[in-house]
């Protein structure tokens, strides 16, 4: 779950010989790849809960998000936003286990974005 890197990763993944399921149904494992490139941590609750609607909870969630809300909020706000997300998803999957893939700093696209929102671009 999560934006540009798994989302790319799952369309390469598709062109591959293991396919989107990365040769695991072998092993009676079913990957599904939810992500939205540009994704914020805002969107994980809410797409998270969407798809436990529908199928039974993972046994697993790989969640790479974070990069993207880095521009736009503080790093200690993020950190409290992430705790309740990983306390949501207990609550929905008890069982869950959830990887972490770190967040990316972007440093360039953060002057970017401050140098045209000051008028400096």
Not at 21 to 32: A, I, M, P, T
Request: overall charge positive; proline content about 5%.
């Amino acid at each position: 779950m999560g934006s540009s890197i798994p989302h790319w990763a799952g369309i390469t993944a598709a062109s591959r010989s293991g396919g989107k399921n990365l040769n695991l149904d072998r092993l009676g494992v079913q990957v599904k790849w939810i992500t939205k490139s540009g994704m914020k941590w805002k969107d994980l609750d809410s797409s998270f809960e969407s798809e436990i609607k529908k199928w039974p909870a993972p046994n697993y969630i790989f969640i790479h998000l974070g990069a993207n809300d880095l521009v736009f909020m503080k790093s200690k706000e993020l950190i409290e936003n992430i705790k309740c997300s990983i306390l949501r998803i207990k609550v929905f999957a008890p069982d869950i286990r959830i990887i972490w893939s770190d967040i990316l700093p972007r440093p360039l696209l953060a002057w970017n974005i401050k140098a045209k929102v000051s008028g400096n671009s």
